[in-house]
């Protein structure tokens, strides 16, 4: 049941943190994955294709997109992870946080989804997992453009869900507290604080991916919220 043999999965945001664990996991369950991020790392992965591609740029997307359909055979499963963050009061938020934030947040996963989704509507078995946040689900002190970067995110594959199901794409939103990675200190962050105690590993995220995409075809899982028990059980 939880094999992935056969299947070609697409991560954006692979280079490192959540990406790279979920890179990792579906490798190890059978898939070949293409990981894709600025950098573009292989990870060392059995049949990994690393792609250089910049979240921000659609034309970037489309070119990594292909790229990893061509060199594996198509792409049955999209992980919209690549991400951002920045945080503090939102009148000192810098403007060149707040428009990188919408633009790898909010545009990127358009993009990935616009990159992909020709692919996965030629595969027997699609599924897109966006990585979103339980600031997807919920105003956050302190985060509000990230916030909205992440309801965005929520809404878009809440959305597809409506236009993809009846065509077979399996759309769900997994939906974090916080996650130990280099992001969760983020701008604006100092490491006394509370929200940084007792976060998740990226490896937690990944095992909950690995069990949405590998569901029998007969039923999806739309959102998969969790947090560290540490996180507060309010919204
Ligand atoms: N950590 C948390 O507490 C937490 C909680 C809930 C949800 N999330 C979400 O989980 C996702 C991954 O976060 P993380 O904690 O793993 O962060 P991370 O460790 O900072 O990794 C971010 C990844 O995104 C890639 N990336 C950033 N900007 C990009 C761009 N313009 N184009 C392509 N790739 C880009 C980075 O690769 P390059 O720098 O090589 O491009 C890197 O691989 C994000 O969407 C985040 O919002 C995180």
């Given at each position: 049941?939880?094999?992935?043999?056969?299947?070609?999965?697409?991560?954006?945001?692979?280079?490192?943190?959540?990406?790279?664990?979920?890179?990792?996991?579906?490798?190890?369950?059978?898939?070949?994955?293409?990981?894709?991020?600025?950098?573009?790392?292989?990870?060392?992965?059995?049949?990994?294709?690393?792609?250089?591609?910049?979240?921000?740029?659609?034309?970037?997307?489309?070119?990594?997109?292909?790229?990893?359909?061509?060199?594996?055979?198509?792409?049955?499963?999209?992980?919209?992870?690549?991400?951002?963050?920045?945080?503090?009061?939102?009148?000192?938020?810098?403007?060149?946080?707040?428009?990188?934030m919408i633009?790898?947040n909010v545009?990127?996963?358009?993009?990935?989804?616009?990159?992909?989704?020709?692919?996965?509507?030629?595969?027997?078995?699609?599924?897109?997992?966006?990585?979103?946040?339980?600031?997807?689900?919920?105003?956050?002190?302190?985060?509000a453009v990230y916030c909205a970067s992440k309801f965005a995110?929520?809404?878009?594959?809440?959305?597809?869900?409506?236009?993809?199901?009846?065509?077979?794409?399996?759309?769900?939103?997994?939906?974090?507290?916080?996650?130990?990675?280099?992001?969760?200190?983020?701008?604006?962050?100092?490491?006394?604080?509370?929200?940084?105690?007792?976060?998740?590993?990226?490896?937690?995220?990944?095992?909950?991916?690995?069990?949405?995409?590998?569901?029998?075809?007969?039923?999806?899982?739309?959102?998969?919220?969790?947090?560290?028990?540490?996180?507060?059980?309010?919204?």
């Open positions: 049941m939880n094999s992935l043999e056969g299947r070609v999965a697409f991560v954006t945001g692979a280079s490192r943190g959540i990406g790279a664990a979920v890179a990792r996991t579906l490798a190890s369950a059978g898939a070949r994955v293409g990981l894709a991020s600025r950098s573009g790392d292989e990870l060392d992965l059995d049949g990994g294709v690393g792609v250089r591609c910049d979240v921000r740029d659609a034309d970037s997307l489309e070119g990594a997109a292909a790229e990893v359909a061509e060199r594996l055979g198509g792409i049955d499963i999209a992980v919209v992870n690549a991400g951002v963050g920045a945080y503090g009061p939102f009148l000192d938020l810098p403007f060149e946080h707040l428009e990188e633009d790898v545009k990127g996963a358009i993009y990935t989804v616009r990159a992909t989704l020709p692919y996965l509507l030629e595969s027997p078995a699609p599924d897109l997992v966006t990585i979103a946040s339980e600031a997807g689900r919920r105003g956050l002190p302190l985060e995110q929520v809404g878009l594959t809440a959305a597809l869900d409506h236009e993809l199901r009846e065509r077979g794409v399996r759309c769900t939103n997994v939906c974090p507290g916080g996650v130990a990675t280099d992001f969760a200190m983020g701008r604006g962050r100092t490491p006394d604080m509370p929200q940084l105690a007792g976060m998740m590993e990226p490896q937690d995220v990944a095992d909950v991916v690995l069990f949405v995409v590998t569901r029998p075809r007969t039923h999806r899982i739309l959102e998969v919220a969790f947090r560290p028990v540490t996180e507060s059980s309010w919204g």
